[in-house]
């Protein structure tokens, strides 16, 4: 098994930045891509972004040039940093992974308990 714990979340003002991390413990020869969902109130959850451990990314076309996926594969973390927040970048934000970034971005294996992003002033 793998457990992710999110950490990072909380209330910003539009135009400010956050970053969330995730960390991955348990069986990581298992994950080799990872990625971030959310999901606002009444909405379905959605793809942000996803990355491989080689370093590759996909982002959700909403907030590409504004938000940053990164990981240390020697921490086994992944990080989204936020930038330029609009009040609609709020919902929970949930770390996923899995062993291909085509799992990932459709279907994660694992999934983290999520953390709050409110953007409000």
């Known amino acids: 098994q793998v457990q992710l714990v999110e950490s990072g979340g909380g209330l910003v003002q539009p135009g400010g930045s956050l970053r969330l991390s995730c960390a991955a413990s348990?069986?990581?020869?298992?994950?080799?891509?990872m990625g971030w969902y959310r999901q606002a109130p009444g909405k379905q959850r959605e793809l942000v972004a996803a990355?491989?451990?080689?370093?590759?990314?996909n982002y959700a076309h909403s907030v590409k040039g504004r938000f940053t996926i990164s990981r240390d594969n020697a921490k086994n973390t992944v990080y989204l940093q936020m930038n330029s927040l609009k009040p609609e970048d709020t919902a929970v934000y949930y770390c996923?992974?899995?062993?291909?970034?085509?799992?990932?971005?459709?279907?994660?294996?694992?999934w983290g308990q999520g953390t709050q992003v409110t953007v409000s002033s």
């Open positions: 996923a992974a899995g062993p291909i970034i085509a799992v990932v971005t459709t279907s994660p294996t694992y």
């Open positions: 990355i491989t451990s080689g370093g590759s990314t």
């Open positions: 348990g069986s990581i020869f298992r994950v080799n891509a």
